[in-house]
């Protein structure tokens, strides 16, 4: 179990970093493979495209399961990411009387 939460939070970090940096309404396709791809960029170990993909529906179907509104899927053809502005997870607020804190 280790193992898989130690991946999906690579992956959550690098989209919150690149869904962050990016303008808003715009989007991006990140390929999974060849040279800078998103392969390169975790620099897994993985060589096998189709287990690499695989590997990437894995860990975004585990990310959304904690952050639905990830702005990141997998395109039609699973080749590549498409990517899309976004903010990190934030605390629900829940309100009391017209007062607004944090959930913990």
């Known amino acids: 179990m280790a ?3 130690h991946q999906v939070s690579w992956i959550y970090i690098w989209i919150v970093l690149r869904a962050w940096a990016m303008q808003d309404r715009v989007t991006a396709e990140i390929s999974l493979f060849g040279p800078n ?3 390169d960029q ?3 170990q ?3 495209d189709r287990k690499f993909r695989q590997m990437v529906r894995n860990w975004l ?3 959304k399961a904690f952050w ?3 702005p990141a899927d997998m395109s039609p053809d699973g080749n590549s990411l498409i990517m899309r502005h976004g903010q990190a997870i ?3 607020q829940l309100r009391v009387e017209n007062v607004s804190f944090p959930r913990t």
């Open 3 to 5: 193992c898989w939460i």
């Open 37 to 39: 791809s998103l392969r």
């Open 42 to 44: 975790l620099g897994t």
């Open 46 to 48: 993985v060589k096998a």
């Open 61 to 63: 179907k585990r990310t």
């Open 68 to 70: 639905p509104d990830c």
């Open 90 to 92: 934030h605390a629900r």
